[in-house]
């Protein structure tokens, strides 16, 4: 089975600090997509960035990056120059790469970020 | 806008009776996923169903059924209501016409508030 751990239960930071945060995930499948989902107050989630585990390649777009080391099961977050907008909770996700109906996503327990001003 | 769309927003109901939540997934679609956001229990994945038939089966009670009709929307029906059914309700949607890399992102819809009194 697969699991997705989030450590992080709540992060506080201030108008434009950098965050990270952390993912950490478990599964047998040597092929799996890995995601993460914001939900702010509002309560919808969004897709915000996805990784295959065949491409180990960082990126940055534009505030956001991520760093997927599949060595350690891990897929962190950044978020640079943090805004008040960025507050809410999110989510990491896994989904396995199967045509057999495997691809629903295990989720985290998500991290409450909080930016004050 | 995830272009999935979830009707009702909210609903209010009573122990012992049966509801139905709709999701219209986004145009050329063909997969809906059904998620259930507690507090106690976190986002767990329901069912899935790919293109009018049942595709995969989370932790979904035997009391909760779904359904895909021919133009792809999705029905979820919750009867013998508990007060531990009290959630938010997701539908998500993706494309999966195999096992292509861009089509596997699941957009969500802005789910249902299910309250049980």
């Known amino acids: 089975a697969q699991k997705v751990t989030q450590a992080q239960t709540e992060i506080s930071v201030v108008e434009k600090e950098d965050v990270t945060l952390d993912c950490v995930y478990e599964t047998r499948d040597t092929t799996y997509y890995l995601f993460w989902y914001k939900q702010p107050p509002s309560g919808e989630l969004v897709f915000l960035i996805r990784?295959?585990?065949?491409?180990?390649q960082n990126e940055i777009s534009g505030r956001y990056s991520w760093n997927f080391q599949r060595s350690t099961s891990s897929f962190n977050f950044t978020i640079t120059a943090s805004q008040v907008v960025d507050s809410a909770v999110y989510f990491c996700a896994l989904s396995l790469w199967s045509d057999t109906g495997r691809r629903a996503l295990t989720f985290g327990s998500g991290t409450r970020l909080q930016v004050q001003p | 806008d995830s272009g999935v769309t979830q009707t009702p927003k909210h609903l209010i109901t009573a122990t012992g009776q049966r509801v139905t939540l709709r999701c219209s997934p986004r145009s050329g679609d063909l997969s809906v996923y059904w998620y259930q956001q507690s507090l106690d229990q976190g986002l767990q994945f329901l069912i899935q169903y790919y293109n009018g038939e049942e595709r995969a089966k989370g932790n979904i009670l035997e009391r909760f059924s779904a359904q895909q009709f021919p133009d792809l929307h999705s029905e979820l029906n919750l009867s013998s209501l508990e007060l531990g059914d009290s959630a938010l309700y997701f539908c998500?949607?993706?494309?999966?016409?195999?096992?292509?890399?861009?089509?596997?992102?699941?957009?969500f819809g802005p789910g249902t508030r299910l309250t049980v009194l």
């Open positions: 990784r295959n585990s065949f491409d180990e």
């Open positions: 998500a949607s993706s494309v999966e016409r195999g096992l292509g890399a861009s089509t596997d992102t699941q957009y």
